[in-house]
């Protein structure tokens, strides 16, 4: 993730001096903002090699590790905050992860592109899977494995015994509140057990 806009709000949501995960963290941008704004501690986990290193350019700590093959490595409740911020929609596992994010933080935040967004409605109404700036991928060479949309995963969320503590949409840099299902490209939820 790279958009600032967009990792201000989800920075918001975490607390001043929090001890973070951060599940698929890309090159560090999110976790460096946190560290230099936030005062946060943490480490993320990446697979991606040239992620890793951008990770270890920026000075954070990473991991790299496959998230295919779950948390085990960390104990209950040993972070303050779990990310995972555009991976849900990578992960065969989505389901266990976000158990796995409620276990070992005491809140998580995650945020994936919402399918639902009036745009990519439209798109499938006209036959056609959407191509757009949140999800830039042809149907037939995407990274994603599923697509989600903001009221799926609220219903996910309760499924999994989680507690929302806080949802909304993110378009344009901007948080939607008001129809955040159709008026938004990004979800995000904060979650508790």
């Known amino acids: 993730m790279s958009d600032q806009a967009v990792m201000r ?69 040993s972070f303050d905050v779990v990310l995972q911020i555009d991976t849900l929609q990578h992960l065969r596992n989505a389901e266990v ?23 990519n409605r439209l798109s499938v109404a006209r036959g056609r899977m959407p191509v757009t700036r949140r999800l830039p991928y042809q149907w037939y060479d ?17 499924k999994n015994g989680l507690k929302v503590l806080d949802a909304f949409g993110l378009e344009g840099g901007r948080e939607v509140r008001w129809l955040p299902n159709a008026r938004a490209s990004t979800a995000v939820f904060k979650l508790q057990r």
């Open 97 to 119: 992860m976000l158990r796995e994010t409620a276990r070992v933080g005491r809140t998580g935040i995650v945020a994936f592109p919402n399918f639902a967004h009036w745009p």
């Open 9 to 77: 709000s989800i920075a918001r949501l975490v607390p001043e001096g929090a001890h973070v995960l951060d599940l698929g963290c890309g090159d560090g941008a999110l976790l460096e903002l946190l560290r230099r704004e936030r005062r946060c501690t943490g480490y993320g986990i990446e697979i991606d090699d040239a992620n890793v290193l951008a990770c270890v350019r920026r000075g954070i700590n990473v991991l790299q590790l496959n998230l295919h093959q779950g948390l085990a490595a960390f104990q209950d409740q």
């Open 142 to 158: 995407t990274p994603n494995i599923r697509v989600g949309t903001y009221k799926d995963f609220e219903a996910l969320a309760r």
